[in-house]
């Protein structure tokens, strides 16, 4: 069906406030990455999802960062207490592994613009 | 630990003359490489990878990648470019952990009719 897709497109929010941002992989797909873009740099790997269970969360920059696939196929990443660090592209990834090999090739989402002010 | 780095931040060509974008590898053990290629306003699209077996790739859109384990490379080639492959590109690795990608810079490839 359709690929991943991301909500909202484009977040701004004042500092201290917090958001949600929203990963619909594609059907499914088995494992879910996040991974945060800054300006003019390459993403950068968050954190990992097989089904529902976080395997991985070690790229996740503080406890501020907050990530969850309850029922294994819509993921939320939850940034509290947004800081101006915090604005950046957050991508979403799926793939049809099960295994997290990256010999499957990633699908990823259009990415929320996460602007903070 | 696992990186990729993209030696270039702009690349520029000339419509119809082929072009090669740069990428060196580090890793411990074989690596699983990647390109991708970023359009304004749109997510990442995978363009090839070198998991095992032939040095020469071939991907999406005419690219192919060239794995060299000697000088730990994996560029990105076309024969022919075209107006339309004006984009980000990015190399990856996968990391030690398995499934995540770490990403390259990006280079930026502007090509001019």
């Known amino acids: 069906g359709a690929g991943v897709s991301q909500s909202p497109r484009y977040k701004v929010a004042k500092r201290g406030q917090d958001v949600a941002l929203r990963c619909d992989p594609i059907?499914?797909?088995?494992?879910l990455f996040w991974y945060q873009q800054a300006l003019g740099q390459g993403p950068e790997f968050l954190t990992y999802f097989q089904n529902e269970a976080q395997l991985d969360k070690s790229g996740l920059p503080s406890d501020r960062f907050f990530a969850e696939r309850p029922e294994g196929s819509v993921s939320t990443l939850k940034i509290q207490r947004t800081q101006q660090e915090d604005s950046a592209v957050y991508l979403c990834?799926?793939?049809?592994?099960?295994?997290?090999?990256?010999?499957?090739?990633?699908?990823f989402g259009p990415g929320t613009r996460l602007t903070v002010t | 630990a696992q990186s990729v780095a993209q030696p270039e931040d702009q690349v520029n060509v000339a419509e119809g003359n082929p072009l090669t974008v740069k990428c060196t590898y580090s890793v411990s053990g074989n690596p699983y490489l990647f390109w991708y290629v970023q359009y304004p306003n749109r997510g990442l699209q995978f363009l090839l990878k070198?998991?095992?077996?032939?040095?020469l790739v071939k991907g999406s859109y005419g690219f192919e990648a060239e794995f060299n384990k000697s000088q730990t490379s994996f560029h990105l080639k076309k024969p022919s470019a075209l107006v339309s492959d004006s984009a980000l590109y990015f190399c990856a690795v996968e990391g030690i952990r398995g499934g995540k990608l770490i990403f390259g810079q990006g280079t930026e490839l502007s090509v001019k009719p």
């Open positions: 070198y998991i095992t077996g032939d040095n």
């Open positions: 990834a799926s793939t049809a592994s099960g295994t997290a090999l990256a010999s499957y090739e990633q699908y």
């Open positions: 059907s499914g797909h088995v494992s």
